[in-house]
């Protein structure tokens, strides 16, 4: 069982970034493939991003491929999101998700998800 928070989130000007971080716990984190999903007021939750457990191979969105960067650090345990050229379309809660198995951009896959953190981004 793996355990995560997310931070990071806030209140940015359109053009801004910010860099999300979801900080886990649980030894199996290093086994764990890790998403990005996010959901605004209304919709369904949707994939942003996605990793694999060494870090060697990415996924995207199309809405984001270009402007967002994940990454990891299994030494502390942590994956991050750094979004850039935020646009208002961007605000939604942002959520981090791990999984064992199955397709990266189904939140079906995940079995472990974080309370999530608030990105609003101003026009």
């Known amino acids: 069982q793996v355990q995560l928070v997310e931070s990071g989130g806030g209140l940015v000007q359109a053009g801004g970034s910010l860099r999300l971080s979801c900080a886990a716990s649980g030894r199996t984190f290093t086994t764990a493939g890790v998403g990005w999903f996010r959901q605004a007021p209304g919709k369904e939750r949707e994939f942003v991003a996605a990793i694999d457990r060494t870090g060697e191979s990415t996924y995207y969105a199309d809405s984001v491929k270009g402007r967002f960067t994940i990454s990891r650090d299994n030494a502390r345990n942590t994956v991050y999101l750094q979004m850039a050229s935020l646009k208002p379309e961007d605000t939604a809660t942002y959520y981090c998700?791990?999984?064992?198995?199955?397709?990266?951009?189904?939140?079906?896959?995940?079995?472990?998800w974080g309370q999530g953190t608030q990105v609003t981004v101003s026009s």
């Open positions: 998700a791990a999984k064992y198995g199955g397709a990266y951009f189904s939140r079906l896959s995940y079995a472990n």
